[in-house]
């Protein structure tokens, strides 16, 4: 009975593991929240369509990381370490400013 409950134990430590991200994908997704920690984020849309006539939308995006005035350099690495447990593979490409 001792045998099958170590085993047990083992199979659900083992199930708890978190999957590391491929470092390519992970590169993306960071790239992504270090751009948003350079500054805010936005975009306007405009139109007109035949049912409500023309509309505008403006959308902001303003991150915890930018207002706390972090390095995007340092949230792109984090980012990578914390989804894949190892470094970047490659510089990120972040906006020209």
Known sequence: MKPLSIMM???MLTA??????????????CEEQARAAQ?????????????????????????????AGRDPMAVYEQCVYQRTGAGPIRPPRLRQL
Request: negative net charge.
């Open 39 to 67: 500054g805010p984020t936005g975009s306007v849309r405009i139109g007109a369509n035949s049912n409500t006539g023309g509309y505008v939308r403006t959308e902001i995006g303003v991150t915890s990381d930018f207002l």
């Open 9 to 11: 134990i083992v199979a």
């Open 16 to 29: 708890c593991t978190p999957v590391p991200v491929d470092p390519e994908r992970a590169a993306a997704q």
